[in-house]
């Protein structure tokens, strides 16, 4: 059985695993508790710009 010659890296292997999350279809959607949009949990909300009960950033409405 062949070994490996050079070991994967951390940062190629998540890349290529953060690459690979854009394309699942079914996203774990979760309720923004400000604007009651759908977002993905533990993030900022695209809509508002709440997170974590406060304002993350500015958006002008």
Do not use: W
């Amino acid at each position: 059985m062949a070994n490996l010659t050079r070991k994967t890296s951390k940062s190629k292997s998540r890349s290529r695993r953060a690459a690979n999350m854009k394309l699942r279809q079914n996203l774990n959607l979760v309720e923004c508790p400000n604007c009651h949009q759908k977002k993905l949990p533990h993030r900022v909300c695209s809509n508002c710009g709440f997170y974590d009960g406060r304002d993350v950033l500015n958006i002008a409405e």
